[in-house]
């Protein structure tokens, strides 16, 4: 047990990180849905669907290489220095040519009034993009401290000037009775919430990170190591294609519903899915956390004797926090649902869905350790290729007839399919000992829980969140009765941490 506690510090630290950073932007959804009807806040859904895709194409796979080749390397300062230098031309040279064709770009997205748009956009991706190596080498050096903080640094920032561009001078604006200040407030708003505001926070946001990360990028020694970069990208290019089919699998949706679905209802409805779709943020965050702290752990287990049995271990713990925590949302989707605006209920129908095809992601995500231990980086790209036509036919084919409900299901199907192709290739090139049974076992009980509070829903709504309540403590009673020893681990860890043995 001892790795997998060191795993779940690791885990827990950067998770404050990413479930902080990830609760206080979520607070902004609650005011997004009220200050944005459902058409303005597509535009906000969409071009963060676009970020997503771009930062895997800027990254291309470096941040894992970086990861492998730290280990296996004789200088782990060359590894870095070649990764950051690689990473920072690029970057420079697609802000460049994107900058200056920003006007026809927006044309092509349908936004010709607004460009701004578009330059925000680059600005925040590029930025991204250059500190990504930076944050790579605190993660890899178990910093976890100093990259949660300058990730809570980043999202504070981002909260506050989304307040203040969003909230605040509005009002000022709309309130003064000083000629001089009115005309100086006018030279950021006209008095009304513009979706601008969120993109020049979040590229103030990714400035503060940038210059935080200062100290590391000074690191980066003044050479590149050619025959490095080629064998890193040589490992890495196939977790670009793996990349880019992950990011089309979890954002193309977004992009699909606008232009699939009739002009007059489409960003309307594209708002309304990409909102609801951040409901099912709690497990995407548990996930992220997860990813930080396990690939280099991953890594570091790799030549230990009893590595399969440590992460089938693992496996089976992930599998269950994944699924408590997806159970959790749907029970209480009454409570989670005043994230959003009223404006936005119609499409709650689409949460359940999304978070078990999320736990189907972060079982994949977990998976994915057999080819990137063995060096079969290229079977990860083709399970997603596979995955991508599955998400794209299914979007194709069910948008037009049930809206962005096909896209939910799109969205599920993709993610079993990937899971379960990966798992069935891992057991032939790298075989561990799974516990499929435990983890089957788990969702049906959940499944079954989620079914009851359905189909004997109680009216009242006090009365409804007892009988939730007693579902989920069920679920919970099941899974201490299947997993005894770690009822005894997190006994045992309680009782040394706060029941304190009497002094003589």
Same mark, same amino acid.
């Given at each position: ?37 459902? =058409? ?42 070649? =990764? ?112 601008? =505001? ?35 990208? /040589? ?64 890594? =570091? ?126 057991? /032939? ?5 799974? /516990? ?45 009765? /299947? ?22």
């Amino acid at each position: 047990m001892q790795p997998i506690k060191q795993l779940a510090g690791q885990t827990a630290i950067y998770g404050i990180s990413s479930i902080l950073g990830r609760v206080l932007n979520y607070l902004l959804v609650p005011l997004y849905s009220r200050v944005f009807l459902p =058409a303005e806040a597509a535009v906000y859904v969409e071009m963060y669907a676009y970020i997503a895709f771009f930062f895997v194409i800027l990254t291309y796979g470096f941040e894992t290489a970086f990861f492998r080749y730290s280990e296996t390397h004789s200088s782990r300062s060359q590894v870095y220095s070649t =990764a950051f230098w690689s990473i920072l031309l690029t970057t420079s040279v697609f802000a460049a040519f994107a900058l200056a064709g920003s006007q026809t770009i927006a044309n092509f997205l349908r936004y010709p009034s607004h460009p701004e748009y578009f330059v925000y956009f680059v600005l925040i991706i590029s930025l991204d993009a250059i500190t990504a190596i930076p944050f790579a080498k605190l993660r890899s050096e178990n910093k976890a401290l100093r990259f949660a903080s300058i990730r809570i640094i980043n999202i504070l920032v981002n909260i506050a000037l989304n307040l203040i561009l969003l909230i605040a001078l509005p009002y000022f604006y709309r309130e003064t009775t000083s000629t001089g200040l009115h005309s100086f407030l006018g030279a950021f708003t006209d008095g009304k919430p513009n979706v601008s =505001a969120i993109f020049i926070a979040n590229f103030l946001a990714s400035l503060s990170s940038a210059i935080l990360l200062l100290p590391e990028m000074l690191k980066a020694k003044r050479s590149f190591n050619a025959n490095l970069w080629k064998s890193m990208f /040589k490992y890495a290019f196939p977790l670009l294609i793996f990349g880019l089919a992950g990011i089309v699998n979890e954002t193309i949706d977004r992009v699909l519903l606008k232009y699939l679905l009739p002009t007059e209802s489409a960003m309307h409805n594209l708002g309304i899915y990409g909102m609801c779709y951040k409901i099912a943020i709690f497990i995407a965050i548990f996930i992220q956390a997860f990813r930080y702290a396990a690939e280099p752990f991953f890594f =570091a287990q790799a030549n230990e004797k009893n590595a399969p049995e440590t992460y089938a271990l693992v496996m089976n713990y992930f599998v269950l926090a994944c699924i408590t925590i997806s159970l959790g949302i749907m029970l209480y989707i009454e409570l989670f649902k005043f994230f959003v605006g009223q404006n936005y209920y119609e499409g709650l129908k689409v949460v359940p869905i999304l978070l078990i095809s999320h736990v189907f992601l972060g079982v994949f995500y977990n998976l994915s350790v057999w080819y990137k231990l063995s060096g079969k980086t290229r079977f990860g790209a083709w399970i997603s290729l596979g995955g991508v036509i599955i998400t794209l036919v299914l979007n194709i084919l069910l948008i037009p007839y049930i809206g962005y409900m096909g896209s939910a299901w799109a969205n599920f199907a993709c993610y079993l399919f990937m899971m379960v192709v990966s798992y069935l290739l891992g057991q /032939k090139y790298y075989p561990i000992p799974y /516990k499929l049974k435990n983890a089957a076992s788990y969702l049906l009980v959940a499944m079954l829980a989620f079914t009851l509070s359905q189909f004997l829903r109680p009216s009242n709504f006090l009365i409804n969140l007892l009988f939730n309540t007693c579902l989920m403590a069920g679920f919970v009673v099941y899974v201490a009765l /299947k997993n005894p020893s770690l009822v005894h681990s997190l006994q045992t860890s309680f009782s040394s941490k706060f029941l304190k043995k009497p002094t003589k």
